[in-house]
């Protein structure tokens, strides 16, 4: 079954430094998602993307933030200075269609990061 | 504003058993609903969704129904196992085609 595949699984950093959070999209999906979940907390939207730009983005993703997909098979998520609060599971998501296709999104592993 | 609420929030039951978890939203204007499996410190798994049009999705001992009018859904798993023990989390996509979590049912089944 195809997956989402986000590199790495853990990532740790201090605070004030920039991170890349990476991920490979199914390849046929045209629709691509950052969402994040803090320990103990709902999963929460961050941004989505489609044809090489932003459709919508969420009030976290702030200026810190950016999205990018380099090249056809890589979709990444950067955050320019870390900050302690950014520490969370960060998920990739891909779908079909905007509003998922018959097979609804479809999440990665996540990447936890811990800002230190 | 959209808002997803699950119960119970933590469930535990004998192996065998079958069970019901609830999801509820105050917004009906959702194009679909989809229950995910979350094992700790890992990813979300899709169980099944449920398109606005829709009234229930099989599949194995997982059945899940939408009420969307009344803002319902339940997930039914039927002859629970160990193996079943996880989180499960309910998501409606709302009319800006985001999802929107519930904050999850936390199952466990005993052996």
């Known amino acids: 079954e195809p997956e989402v595949t986000q590199t790495p699984s853990h990532q740790v950093t201090q605070m004030g430094q920039e991170v890349i959070l990476r991920c490979v999209p199914i390849?046929?999906?045209?629709?691509f998602y950052w969402y994040r979940q803090i320990l103990g907390q709902k999963v929460e939207f961050l941004v989505s993307?489609?044809?090489?730009?932003?459709?919508?983005k969420s009030e976290i993703f702030d200026d810190q933030f950016s999205v990018e997909r380099p090249d056809g098979s890589n979709f990444t998520l950067k955050i320019r200075s870390t900050k302690l609060e950014d520490s969370a599971m960060y998920f990739c998501?891909?779908?079909?269609?905007?509003?998922?296709?018959?097979?609804?999104?479809?999440f990665g592993s996540g990447t936890r990061l811990t800002v230190v | 504003k959209q808002e997803v609420t699950q119960i119970p929030a933590a469930l535990s039951v004998p192996e065998g058993e079958n069970l019901v978890l609830n999801c509820s939203f105050t917004?009906?204007?959702?194009?679909?609903l989809q229950w995910f499996r979350q094992d700790p410190g890992k990813g979300l798994t899709s169980l099944l969704l449920?398109?606005?049009?829709?009234r229930e999705q099989t599949s194995g001992r997982l059945n899940a129904s939408l009420d969307k009018s009344s803002g319902r859904s339940t997930l039914y798993i039927a002859a629970s196992q160990p193996g079943d023990s996880a989180t499960y989390l309910c998501?409606?996509?709302?009319?800006?085609?985001?999802?929107?979590f519930g904050s999850g049912t936390r199952l466990l089944v005993r052996p």
């Open positions: 390849s046929n999906h045209l629709y």
């Open positions: 993307f489609y044809n090489n730009e932003i459709s919508e």
């Open positions: 998501a891909s779908s079909e269609l905007r509003t998922g296709g018959a097979g609804g999104y479809t």
């Open positions: 998501a409606v996509m709302d009319s800006s085609y985001k999802l929107i």
């Open positions: 917004d009906s204007a959702i194009y679909n």
């Open positions: 449920i398109q606005s049009s829709q």
